[in-house]
């Protein structure tokens, strides 16, 4: 296992595992959301190719408008 | 200046400040749950010239959250009640009203006259449309979302850091996120948003402190935390590149 850091919270993923798999995971639709790793926003078609390295820094930012 | 002597102590503020928050202009896009608390805490710290702009009327079930209103408001248009509201708690200010929806055909004339927007809207089409054209027309813009538990403030300062597209490019498709009318607002939530919104506006009119300029502000109030997260300048981005 790898320890990443999600939204300031540690947590622990197989190291095969892709954005895709962890906003899976966090039940986040990848449409609703966008995702930062390392400070880099990463493009919607590559959140299954995108893998995790140990220590990554992970943001997942919700879309909200409300008012 | 009586009035505003409690923050005019404030080294930050003083009467230099005080003269610059008199002299200031500034429109509020949306008179809801974040436009009650921005416009009182604006008209209150004293900016000289509020534009309150918002095409809707008055309902019941806004009285939980948009604490500019009272139940005698309920049909009465959102820019006109809160206009005599804060007309009440500050007669030494400037209102403009606009009972209107901001459009691409009338958005470049309403801003050119304010120097800070803030957007306190409650659908994506505006806050998009004030991005871009905020960007377009070098204005500050106080962004502010809320959505459940959860709110986000950022400060978009066209040509000192990214804008709102540089985050979230493009909008998410039409109902995939649910308004406040389908998912529920508390208003604690919407206040605490706003009232971050307009201390943003009073720190980019004073020159004060760190705006949140390339930062996103995320707070959970389940968690009761509060996070910033870094913006990229997106150096592709179709606005502000």
Sequence with gaps: M????VNGNNRQMPPDASIANLISQLKVKPQV????????????????ARYFKHGDQIEIIRFMAGG | MQRYSRQIILPEIGEKGQEKLLNAKVLVVG?????SPVAVYLAGAGVGTLGLLDS????????????????????????AAA??????????????????????DNIRGIISDYDIVVDCSDNFPTRYLANDACVLAKKPLVHGAIYQFEGQVTVIKPGQG?????????????????????????GAIAGIIGMIQ????????????????????????????????????????????
């Design chain 2, 31 to 35: 008179l809801g749950g974040l436009g």
């Design chain 2, 162 to 186: 990214p804008c709102y597209r540089c985050l979230f490019a493009e909008p998410p498709p039409p109902g995939s996120i649910p308004s406040c009318q389908e998912a529920g607002a508390l």
């Design chain 2, 83 to 104: 206009a005599q509201r804060l007309k009440r708690l500050n007669p030494d200010i400037k209102i403009n009203e606009y009972v209107l929806r901001l459009g691409q």
């Design chain 1, 33 to 48: 959301c966008v995702v930062e790793v390392n400070g880099e926003i990463v493009s919607r078609d590559e959140y299954c």
């Design chain 2, 56 to 79: 809707d009327a008055v309902e019941l079930s806004n009285l939980n959250r948009q604490v500019i209103f009272s139940t005698e408001d309920i049909g009465k248009k959102k820019a």
């Design chain 2, 198 to 241: 307009a201390t943003e506006a009073i720190k980019l009119i004073l020159g004060v402190g760190q705006p949140l300029i390339g930062k996103l502000l995320v707070f959970n109030a389940l968690e009761m935390s509060f996070r910033k997260v870094d913006i990229p300048q997106n150096k592709k981005c179709s606005v502000c590149a």
């Design chain 1, 2 to 5: 790898i320890e990443i850091v």
